[in-house]
């Protein structure tokens, strides 16, 4: 049974910092392409980032671009986002995902990520 647990949730002011953790179990983890969704209320799921099985290639929405940082430790079979500068319009509720095949064309689709994780609420204030 496939597991993807989200951790650091928090609060923060707007121009601070969060790091988000994601612990996977059940599957080859060093398999998958891991990626960040968010979804904020009344708005759809959207693609955050990416990155390859190996660690190598990262791919990032261009709002969040020079602000996040997404890795993984293949070791430890957990994916991280450390985001800084925190906009308010970043508050959302962050969901890790695993896709075992993926194309370059379908990396920021939502249905492309066979596994979520439960999501982890991240606010931000002014």
């Known amino acids: 049974q496939v597991q993807l647990v989200e951790s650091g949730e928090g609060l923060v002011q707007a121009g601070g910092s969060l790091r988000l953790s994601c612990a996977a179990s059940g599957l080859i983890f060093s398999s998958n392409v891991m990626a960040w969704f968010r979804q904020a209320p009344g708005k759809e799921r959207e693609f955050v980032a990416a990155?390859?099985?190996?660690?190598?290639?990262?791919y990032y929405a261009d709002f969040v671009k020079g602000r996040f940082t997404i890795s993984r430790d293949n070791a430890k079979n957990t994916v991280y986002l450390q985001m800084n500068t925190l906009k308010l319009e970043d508050a959302a509720v962050y969901y890790c995902?695993?896709?075992?095949?993926?194309?370059?064309?379908?990396?920021?689709?939502?249905?492309?990520?066979?596994?979520w994780g439960q999501g982890t609420q991240v606010t931000v204030s002014s």
């Open positions: 990155i390859s099985r190996s660690g190598a290639g990262t």
């Open positions: 995902a695993a896709a075992g095949s993926i194309t370059s064309n379908t990396m920021t689709l939502a249905e492309t990520y066979r596994n």
